[in-house]
């Protein structure tokens, strides 16, 4: 049996991925919106002025244009970029007043004149980039940043699925090639995103993962995601540590969504003709080296944004989390939701993340 699922997995990665982008599916559940409010107005957590709370207020319906859909939200993942755009301090500035909240999941209400793939009832996870709103008993998304889902599939972990297992996957498996004889070394692998990386590459590519975190409790969650060490941060011991557990050869990856001196730290970890994968910036420090560093292992540095592919290559975009959605369905991964809290709670949620007490993702049930 193990070896049969074993063999399932393998065969996923290699002939799954990346090929043609497949129909949407469809759920339908004629009864699932018998209980949803359809009211002209809903709850929202509006941000009005920068440096001042989220207010919940009742919000106006708008009308839908012929490629969107209506969605009302189950549950929002809280993102690390949630927060910078709350704060101001994302990399574009964001006209006030705004719902934050991009990653959500919930049941479609009503779909504009020209979408195709969703019908009302349909449970679906978006990723609302272009409009944000999830913060919110109802968002609107374009059709082509909605997926549907299985029934089975809770909704704060269809919340917690896209934005983090999408990144690492193309992080991983489309840029780093990565492989059952990969040894990857994954920064701040207890975070969202890293626990995500953790799961893809140990559970679904079997490879050799080395997580590095900062408590000895995030580094026992790891290691039961499937790590094969766990490391408890340290500036100092990082490289002789990973020398230590490699045997001198050093790691074919690294995976770091931290920045700053963890970054730097870590670069001297990788293997001749490593890849680098720069995925985030956890600390808010944007570290810089001399690329002539790079020259004697010969070296690959990668960055990766699922928002890149989102505008610039929508089949790849699609087709990584329909593969994502299609592992989670299957069993082969599962996201870590270390926190819940209610809409009115959000700024609850915002502080857990920052006062870096979360593991994995966090989610807001909003009904
Ligand atoms: N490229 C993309 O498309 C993409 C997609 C998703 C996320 N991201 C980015 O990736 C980064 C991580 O996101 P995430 O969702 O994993 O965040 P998260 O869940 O908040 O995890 C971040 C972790 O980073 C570690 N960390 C190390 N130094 C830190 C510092 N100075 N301040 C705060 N945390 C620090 C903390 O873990 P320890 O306590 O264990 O050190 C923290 O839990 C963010 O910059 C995010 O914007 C990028």
């Not at 990653?103 to 479609?108: A, D, K, L, Q, T």
């Not at 008993?137 to 983090?164: H, Q, R, T």
């Not at 680098?276 to 910036?281: K, M, T």
């Not at 593991?359 to 909003?366: A, D, M, R």
Request: net charge neutral; glycine share 8%.
């Amino acid at each position: 049996m193990a070896r049969v699922f074993q063999n399932l997995k393998h065969s996923l990665c290699i002939s799954n991925l990346f090929t043609p982008s497949k129909p949407l599916l469809f759920y339908k559940n004629p009864h699932a919106l018998k209980y949803i409010r359809l009211a002209s107005t809903y709850k929202a957590a509006v941000l009005k002025e920068y440096g001042t709370p989220l207010q919940i207020e009742e919000l106006k319906r708008k009308k839908l244009k012929s490629k969107e859909v209506r969605v009302a939200v189950h549950c929002c993942g809280v993102n690390a970029s949630d927060l910078l755009m709350v704060e101001n301090k994302y990399d574009h500035k964001i006209a006030l007043p705004f719902v934050p909240g991009f990653e959500i999941s919930g049941e479609v209400l009503e779909v504009g004149e020209e979408v195709q793939t969703l019908s009302p009832g349909l449970r679906v996870v978006g990723l609302n980039k272009e409009f944000l709103g999830g913060f919110s008993e109802e968002c609107v998304l374009n059709e082509e940043d909605l997926w549907s889902i299985d029934m089975a599939v809770p909704f704060k972990y269809g919340a917690s699925l896209i934005e983090n297992y999408s990144t690492a996957l193309l992080g991983l498996h489309r840029r780093a090639k990565i492989d059952s004889s990969s040894t990857i070394l994954i920064t701040a692998a207890a975070g969202g995103l890293g626990l995500a990386a953790v799961d893809l590459a140990a559970s679904v590519y079997k490879a050799k993962v080395i997580g590095v975190c900062g408590t000895e409790d995030k580094a026992d969650l790891v290691r039961e995601k499937g790590a094969w060490a766990a490391i408890k941060y340290n500036v100092k011991h990082l490289h002789k540590k990973v020398e230590e557990v490699t045997e001198g050869k050093g790691v074919d990856v690294i995976f770091d969504a931290v920045g700053g001196e963890v970054f730097t730290n870590s670069l001297p970890c990788i293997a001749n003709e490593g890849r680098v994968i720069v995925a985030g910036f956890a600390s808010r420090v944007i570290p810089h080296i001399e690329t002539s560093q790079l020259l004697p292992k010969a070296v690959a540095l990668i960055g990766i944004s699922l928002n890149h592919y989102r505008i610039t290559n929508k089949e790849v975009y699609r087709k990584t989390s329909e593969d994502v959605i299609e592992m989670h369905e299957m069993g082969l991964i599962k996201p870590h939701v270390s926190a819940v809290f209610s809409l009115d709670e959000h700024q609850m949620a915002f502080d857990f993340i920052s006062e870096r007490k979360s593991t994995g993702k966090v989610v807001l049930e909003i009904r």
